[in-house]
């Protein structure tokens, strides 16, 4: 369990039933790049393998009115939710290569997308405060750094900031899928559970949205779901044989019933762009200190040998 407050998820383990036998609370803080290496390091000293890697981490602090800063000095969102998750899974690439290797192809990285990010569902066109557009990624190109805070260079929004940032999530890994699904097996797939309204990703916004977005959701969208109807579909994704393609983008519709069935949803021409998303891939290398590095030239004649 990678996570950022140990003794919290000590507990939930515990709660759950996990023998402590059975399972390892690690420390991460995925806006922080020397946090995320760091984890990998006492991963490794584990010793233990890596069939699947899901990345569900994220922020989302709608009510800021100037951006927060990453230890390396990058938007927090974008930090956290786009950076921190694209170098962990640089990191532990080889770990999922060996492990299909080990199982016959049945190695996995999931990771978590989200309706708004995704503008061929409804809930990826409304405009509040914008929809997610990562433009040229001017924003990157001029080096990411104060005064920039926006992936597409425009006025910080700090709303459009997580969206923008969920949608490199579901770039990044459609991408991983072109690179390294034919070579490696590993399944690369993202997904949107249904909207879990009551979860502490809330938090931040003001205490009467807590009280009527739950309710709207449940009562208007229909596309509330539960905390635990949302990970028993996370963990279909991530073990079950059904969900074993790669390239894919699920979800359960926009009435998130329990019962309802999965399916592969179309993403935005935002996210299908190969052209795109190869140069976002290359900026990302370079703010996660990956670009060029001689790691990256081993990590790549491996998965391609």
Request: hydrophobic content about 40%; proline content about 5%; some cysteine.
């Amino acid at each position: 369990m990678a996570c950022r407050d140990t003794a919290k998820a000590a507990r939930v383990a515990q709660q759950a039933g996990i023998p402590a036998q059975r399972h390892a609370v690690l420390e991460i803080d995925l806006g922080s790049q020397a946090s995320v290496r760091a984890f990998v390091e006492r991963f490794h000293a584990l010793g233990r393998p890596l069939q699947v890697l899901l990345n569900n981490a994220a922020v989302y602090l709608p009510r800021l009115k100037s951006p927060l800063r990453s230890p390396e000095g990058y938007e927090i969102s974008v930090a956290t939710n786009h950076f921190g998750h694209f170098l962990l899974s640089r990191l532990l690439l080889d770990d999922l290569r060996r492990a299909a290797a080990a199982t016959g192809s049945k190695a996995r990285l999931i990771t978590l997308g989200t309706v708004t990010a995704n503008s061929e569902e409804f809930g990826g066109k409304v405009p509040i405060p914008a929809p997610a557009n990562l433009g040229e990624l001017q924003g990157l190109q001029a080096g990411f750094q104060a005064p920039v805070a926006m992936i597409d260079g425009k006025p910080f929004k700090p709303g459009k900031a997580y969206k923008d940032s969920k949608l490199c999530n579901m770039i990044i890994s459609r991408e991983l899928h072109r690179r390294y699904h034919a070579e490696t097996g590993i399944v690369f797939s993202t997904l949107y559970p249904g909207c879990v309204a009551d979860t502490a990703l809330f938090r931040d916004t003001p205490q009467a949205f807590r009280t009527i977005f739950p309710w709207f959701q449940k009562n208007i969208t229909k596309g509330y779901v539960t905390q635990a109807l949302a990970g028993e579909r996370v963990a279909q994704v991530v073990a079950d044989e059904a969900f074993s393609q790669s390239g894919v983008h699920w979800s359960w519709g926009n009435r998130q019933q329990e019962g309802r069935q999965a399916f592969a949803q179309p993403l935005s021409a935002n996210a299908n762009d190969a052209t795109r998303a190869a140069r976002l891939w290359e900026l990302s290398e370079r703010f996660v200190g990956l670009s060029g590095s001689a790691a990256t030239r081993v990590q790549h004649t491996a998965l391609a040998s």
